[in-house]
């Protein structure tokens, strides 16, 4: 199919520009080439911004677009405007922040947060979710009947530019000894960005509208399963600490993004996060690879040069712990549970 992408250049993207090229369809690129402008050099691109330089996609016609860069709903709504006669068929990348609280699984119908005040801009982590659901909803009125939404979960794999799944990657590779949020049994979700891209081309070629959370596995996934498959892949000799919520609260550890995928079970709110319920998506045909063959390729990413710098020889995200920081707390950590006079077991260890 004809394929217009606003945005395909960076992380799922990229992906998706990769899959539609490898699956021979027509793609153009729609964006303010400032990101990897020179991959792709045969594919068509079409500069501009879309936040009032939209021109240069006018008089053009294609048959599917997938809106990867939407975060503002006047921005959005703009761009579905302009495309309504353009494409029939409408893929925007919303995410699974959109409910308004995770103190139970969510799926596709339960509330959405909502902004006292709708014509905020600024995002954060306070608006993004209700940024995101603002958006769909934009891009549904200009395309009734047209827009699939996809609430995408935690993205992951090669490319990824935030310090989530890539921190636990490069750390247990590192080996030694490795500070883990505790339960080791607390469940968590991830997609693969290469099998989210390969589904939304499908959901295109089917004409597939509606609302869709869309993250994986298919099975109930864990904190120390996940951990264990690193360890396994990179052959390393990590062992994991496992430090309770209530000590790593104390200690101004900030969940998520200092600790990766860690929201502390006292935090009602993000208690099922992780745990949304994506039967809808899973039943109209996303599927996942083996979550060793993210962790490999994720590895071999970082590896590559392409990943964020190197620290002490290993290659570390911005903003999640440091070195430095990690031994500090695993020595306060292993110190209390040495001495912990009543003889609680405060420090569950996995070699």
């Known amino acids: ?44 691109k079409i500069r501009g911004d879309r936040d009032g330089g939209l021109e240069a996609l006018r008089g053009r016609r294609w ?12 921005v959005v709504r703009a761009s579905a405007e302009l495309l309504a006669d353009a494409v029939d068929f409408y893929a925007f990348v919303s ?32 608006t ?3 940024l995101k659901a603002l958006c769909e909803h934009a891009a549904e009125e200009a395309l009734p009947g047209r827009v699939l939404s996809v609430r995408a979960g935690l993205i992951v794999g090669p490319y990824d530019p935030t310090p989530r799944f890539p921190y636990w990657t490069a750390r247990v590779a590192r080996g030694g000894e490795v500070l883990a949020p505790a339960k080791p049994e607390r469940e968590i979700q991830l997609i693969d960005a290469r099998d989210l891209a390969a589904w939304i081309l499908k959901m295109a070629d089917e004409r597939r509208v509606g609302v869709f959370n869309a993250c994986g596995p298919d099975y109930e996934l864990t904190m120390g399963r996940f951990l264990e498959e690193c360890r396994e892949v990179s052959r390393s ?14 200690k101004g550890v900030e969940p998520w993004s200092e600790m990766p995928l860690w929201f502390p079970e006292s935090e009602e709110k993000y208690r ?3 745990r949304v319920n994506c039967e809808r998506a899973i039943s109209a045909g996303l599927t996942f690879r083996a979550l060793s063959d993210t962790i490999r390729d994720t590895l071999a990413w970082q590896a ?23 031994r500090e707390l695993l020595d306060e950590w292993n110190k209390r549970n040495n001495n912990d006079a009543s003889g609680r077991e405060l420090v569950s260890k996995t070699d």
Request: proline share 6%; net charge negative.
């Open 1 to 44: 199919m004809k394929l217009l992408i606003l945005g395909g250049t960076k992380f799922l993207g990229r992906h998706l520009t990769e899959a539609a090229l490898e699956r021979g369809d027509e793609v153009t690129l729609f964006n303010r080439g400032r990101s990897n402008a020179e991959i792709y050099p045969d594919v068509e």
């Open 63 to 74: 048959d599917a677009v997938v809106d990867t860069s939407g975060y503002v709903p006047r």
């Open 95 to 126: 995410s699974m922040s959109v409910y308004a609280d995770y103190s139970k699984p969510n799926d596709e119908d339960a509330p959405v947060a909502r902004l006292e005040d709708e014509s905020v801009e600024e995002v954060t982590g306070e």
């Open 128 to 130: 993004y979710g209700a």
């Open 237 to 250: 000799d990590a062992s994991f600490t496992w430090a309770s919520d209530e000590f790593l609260l104390e």
């Open 272 to 274: 099922y996060f992780l």
């Open 304 to 326: 590559s040069g392409e990943a964020p710098p190197k620290k002490d020889g290993v290659r570390i995200p911005n903003q999640a712990l440091t070195p430095e920081r990690e």
